[in-house]
């Protein structure tokens, strides 16, 4: 059952289109900026320099979308691996409460993201990742799932949740950062005009 406040498919080809298409370079760049040997890595990059020509791709979209912030995350996720059950950041002060999750390749029925209620007391903090995670062993209810193929989808990043990969290939997606005083419903109305 799809809660409208934990995420939002929505049908944005020419997005898709355009981040695909600059897709080889934002990798390029990621790995410049830091390469990790994981199940899965995670790769921020953040453009707040707007006066820096590497970034001018990504510009032009945050100007044609003027709900997503400067910054995203690049996700690979290794052939049937789990994420740990997490909050994107440290806090609910995040600078965001929702990403737009874009598929780039792998993005299969095989593969989903959860949702999870849990107590807070069953939260810690790992400021190294920047990350919240669940205590391992806690009480934990899914209460919701999405499959993400062709069309992005606004995830409320601030409920505990998780990506897992059950195909026998890499699961690539951007998780692009939304501006905090935009929500789902702001989101949609903007899109439609």
């Known amino acids: 059952m799809n809660n409208l406040q934990l995420y939002k498919e929505v ?33 921020t990059i953040n453009f707040l320099n707007e006066n820096n020509a590497t970034y001018e791709p990504f510009i032009k979209i945050v100007e044609k979308y003027p709900f997503l912030q400067k910054f995203f995350r690049i996700l690979k996720i290794q052939p049937n ?16 409460n929702y990403n737009l999750n874009i598929p780039i390749s792998g993005c299969t029925n095989e593969s ?29 209810e899914k209460i919701d799932e999405y499959k993400m193929t062709d069309n992005p989808f606004l995830c409320h990043t601030q409920i505990p949740h998780t990506v897992i990969n059950n195909s026998n290939s890499y699961r690539v997606s951007i ?8 929500n789902i419903e702001s989101i949609l109305k903007f899109l439609k005009e």
């Open 11 to 43: 049908e944005m080809p020419s997005l898709v289109k355009e981040v695909k298409d600059i897709f080889p370079y934002m990798d390029d760049l990621s790995k410049k900026l830091n390469s990790n040997k994981f199940l899965y890595s995670v790769k």
């Open 112 to 140: 989903l993201t959860e949702f999870y209620k849990v107590k807070p007391e069953h939260i810690y903090t790992d400021f190294k990742k920047n990350t919240r995670f669940i205590v391992d062993g806690s009480p934990i």
């Open 175 to 182: 998780s692009w950062a939304v501006k905090k005083e935009w």
């Open 81 to 96: 691996y789990s994420l740990k059950i997490h909050l994107d950041g440290l806090e609910k002060t995040n600078l965001t």
